[in-house]
């Protein structure tokens, strides 16, 4: 049987403290309709590490967008939620079709869906805490000695509108805590408004 026709393939980088499988339904709904989906860990959920917003930008870079750019040839449409506004659109920055046409490439970045994602421009030398005016939203607090962003109860500000009850304390036992650098080091210039 011959491969299917190429389709563009919808990237879903996940938010800070979310990982792949709060995506699952989305999943579902994509490749129910033919549409590819891919979708990683970001390198900092789950650690105390000095992991920075530019590490999540190389990472989504090299092996979530570049991969089905230029090996699998497929287009892509990046779907950011929440603090993956800043890596995924970082990332995409020179990856649009005219840009890439110009180096000779046949494949893209079609387009960029933010679901509740953080958007700044970037560049400007101010970390995700400076975006919101110097504090974080009241939900989130920092462990300095653990190197992370912590929210106690991840419920009702991050999963309020989630039902049944089942699933939303499935989600709140799945979140897991981001790195306090990744909030606290500067937000990379972002693609969104180029």
């Known amino acids: ?107 893209s970045i079609l387009g960029q869906i933010s679901i509740a994602a953080i958007i700044t421009p970037g560049g400007d030398g101010k970390d995700v805490v400076d975006t919101f005016g110097g504090q974080l939203p009241p939900h989130l607090s920092t462990d300095e000695a653990a190197g992370l962003l912590t929210c106690e109860d991840p419920g009702p500000p991050l999963y309020g509108d989630v039902s049944p009850q089942v699933v939303q304390d499935a989600a709140v036992l799945s979140t897991m805590c981001p790195s306090l650098a990744s909030f606290k080091t500067p937000c990379p210039r972002a693609s969104w408004d180029s």
């Open 1 to 107: 049987m011959p491969r299917p026709q190429s389709r563009p393939v919808f990237v879903i980088v996940p938010g800070g403290s979310q990982n792949p499988g709060h995506y699952g339904y989305l999943f579902h709904l994509l490749q129910s309709h033919g549409y590819p989906t891919l979708s990683a860990l970001l390198p900092s959920t789950g650690t105390g590490e000095n992991v920075s917003v530019q590490d999540d930008v190389d990472y989504v870079l090299k092996r979530m967008l570049l991969p089905i750019l230029d090996t699998e040839k497929h287009d892509v449409i990046l779907v950011t939620h929440s603090y993956s506004g800043l890596p995924g659109s970082a990332a995409a920055m020179g990856l649009s079709k005219a840009d890439r046409a110009a180096k000779g490439k046949s494949t």
